[in-house]
């Protein structure tokens, strides 16, 4: 058996500096912290979260007054930040830069008088939070049948937003579609998908023809994990989406297989070394790194750490 382990996999810039800022503030101010919604969707980090007294809601009542609440890497709408000011909670902001920047535009565009068309999954974290900013302006698309499907004045105006965690290739699909049925549609340049989300795209697009097997680290819940094992899917492969070495299956492998192993934005490295140590074990695996993109990006923790790290 062979393995070829993705470059780049794993976590991202805003998963990092998520992490790292609740880690901080557990520090700083202890348990319990509150966070809304799962820190990142991984249940494995939140499992980690949980031990070590976070507590996760999806109200901002369930936080009680006064109390710290984190704010995940996918953002909150406006309605959020004033609910917590109003319950006076001590708010710390991860959302990642990279979804503030959709926010802000999600902003810009409704202000100049733009109906927005935005691709992405109705009822995911990231999709919530930015239709908050302009709840009147936004119609959210999940894909080319729903464009078909779109009744909006063929004049109008119109701009269209992306989720940051989607497809690149069928993505590319919908926003052609919208620019077909509605021509004077403008957008942010190409589409809102992040680095982190096409680089890993890529990887596994680029290492696939080479495997039998693929194995994706993530869960089932997050959007760009999801993404990595849909391309294997798509390129006839037997793919495998998993947590950690617990799910997997030792009949899903022959021992000639070359098994491509690759983790979403927000799955931990140690979970990827027990999987491939596992293959090494059972199936006497050779090892192969293979790098398709490097990346240095990094954010800097919530500016409301920065200062308390400062000092
Ligand atoms: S996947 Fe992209 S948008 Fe999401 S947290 Fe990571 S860098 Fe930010």
């Not at 470059?7 to 880690?23: D, H, K, Q, S, T």
């Not at 022959?254 to 090494?280: F, I, K, R, Y």
Request: include cysteine; glycine fraction near 6%; charge should be negative.
């Amino acid at each position: 058996m062979k393995i070829i382990l993705a470059n780049p996999r794993g976590f991202c810039a805003g998963v990092n500096m998520a992490i790292e800022a609740l880690e901080t503030a557990l520090k700083k101010f202890g348990s319990p912290i509150y966070v809304y919604h799962e820190i990142v969707h991984n249940r494995p980090i939140v499992e980690r979260f949980r031990n070590k007294g976070v507590i996760f809601v999806d109200t901002i009542d369930e936080v009680p007054a006064g109390q710290t609440v984190l704010y995940s890497a996918h953002g909150v709408s406006p309605e959020i930040r004033k609910h917590s000011r109003e319950r006076n909670l001590r708010a710390i902001d991860a959302t990642c830069p990279l979804v503030t920047k959709v926010h802000m535009e999600a902003v810009k565009f409704a202000k100049d008088g733009y109906t927005i068309l935005y691709i992405g999954h109705e009822g995911h974290d990231e999709v919530v939070g930015t239709m908050g900013e302009a709840p009147e302006s936004i119609v959210v698309v999940e894909d080319v049948e729903d464009v078909d499907a779109l009744t909006l004045p063929a004049d109008g105006k119109y701009a269209f937003l992306t989720q940051t965690t989607l497809s690149v290739d069928e993505t590319k699909l919908v926003i052609d579609r919208l620019k077909a049925k509605y021509p004077q549609i403008i957008g942010p340049g190409k589409d809102d998908i992040c680095y982190a989300t096409q680089n890993r795209q890529e990887a596994v697009r680029d290492l696939v023809p080479e495997a039998d097997v693929v194995l994706v680290l993530g869960s089932q819940n997050s959007s760009n994990s999801s993404r990595l094992a849909e391309i294997a899917r798509l390129s006839d492969r037997r793919s495998y989406l998993i947590d950690s070495v617990a799910e997997m299956d030792d009949a899903w492998f022959c021992p000639e297989d070359t098994v491509l192993v690759t983790a979403g934005a927000s799955a931990p490295e140690d979970h990827v070394q027990a999987v491939v140590d596992h293959l090494v074990e059972k199936f006497q695996a050779t090892v192969e790194s293979r790098v398709v993109r490097e990346e240095h990006v990094s954010f800097p923790l919530p500016k409301e750490l920065r200062v308390l790290v400062r000092n």
